[in-house]
């Protein structure tokens, strides 16, 4: 009998040695492997990815802001729509890089009724749409999620640029339906605007942060009409759009300022351990990625 207690000691203890030994293994592999990303609080103090999904869970709207062309954020955009599914939970998705007028050809794919082909005839897609955002398509297919394109068809902020957001009152009530109801408010003095106007050549005028405001109005007034009680609405928007709590922060947050806003900035720098420190407190969540990353486009 004390030999059997003895054995069964001595491999319970080679076992938890292996195992150690295992982890330790494990540490130094992935302490000499590159890192792809890190994940900040707002602080700048190192967080993780579960953190990160727990808070997203309790968000009325969450806003995934993107460098358009890095292939670890779009990754991590997928995996997020994914875990989010695992735990019950489901989303409604919306992007900047679809425009409210293609909202039909949008739902048309999402039934089925039309192909990738069609989609790409009939919809204003980006260059990058099919490596990128045509997987979240896919997903939301999928799992009969809705899909919202929430951003201001692209003639309608080349006519804010050339003659400024009053314009938009000399179009149709058809066109008025693709953007929030008039007057849109504008505060040139939010300073991501106002950073704007010194960007110097033709930039310099005041249509230009109008013509970046009207979209930020349109993606928050269809990010608003469109929420519900079955899980966050998941936005996925250049960074710049939703920085500092500015742009569609500003307009979300002025159509309801009770609204549980998360927000999600991704940072590309040389390592992704400590981060710049201009990039900390820019949202909840920093996002940093490996700048030497292969891009999409």
Not at 5 to 12: E, H, P
Not at 107 to 115: C, S
Not at 157 to 178: F, I, N
Not at 215 to 235: V, Y
Request: hydrophobic share 40%; proline share 6%; net charge negative.
């Amino acid at each position: 009998m004390k030999f059997k207690v003895a054995l069964s000691l001595t491999l319970m203890v080679c076992s938890f040695l292996r195992i150690h030994a295992q982890g330790r293994a494990l540490n130094k592999a992935l302490s000499n492997s590159p890192i792809a990303y890190a994940i900040y609080d707002e602080s700048g103090k190192l967080s993780s990815w579960n953190r990160l999904i727990e808070k997203v869970k309790i968000a009325d709207v969450v806003l995934f802001g993107e460098f358009h062309d890095d292939p670890i954020v779009h990754w991590l955009q997928h995996e997020l729509i994914r875990d989010l599914l695992d735990d019950g939970i489901r989303p409604v998705l919306g992007a900047e890089m679809l425009e409210t007028d293609d909202q039909l050809v949008v739902d048309e794919f999402l039934e089925g009724i039309i192909n990738d082909e069609k989609l790409e005839s009939s919809a204003t897609l980006w260059p990058n749409h099919f490596t990128d955002y045509h997987p979240l398509l896919l997903e939301a297919r999928e799992h009969g999620l809705p899909f919202i394109a929430t951003n201001i068809p692209r003639r309608y902020a080349s006519l804010v640029y050339q003659s400024g957001l009053d314009a938009l009152g000399e179009l149709s009530a058809e066109a008025k339906r693709l953007f929030p109801p008039l007057p849109v408010p504008f505060d040139i003095s939010l300073p991501g605007y106002k950073a704007m106007l010194s960007m110097g050549g033709s930039h310099s005028l005041e249509t230009f942060p109008m013509a970046q405001a009207i979209r930020d109005a349109t993606m928050a007034h269809f990010i608003s009409n469109n929420l519900n009680e079955e899980g966050p609405f998941i936005h996925f928007n250049g960074a710049y759009h939703s920085q500092d709590r500015e742009g569609i922060v500003w307009y979300l947050q002025n159509s309801d300022p009770n609204l549980k806003i998360l927000t999600i900035h991704s940072h590309m720098q040389a390592e992704v351990f400590p981060p710049d420190t201009n990039a900390v407190g820019r949202a909840n969540f920093l996002l940093i990625t490996n700048e030497r990353m292969t891009r999409t486009h």
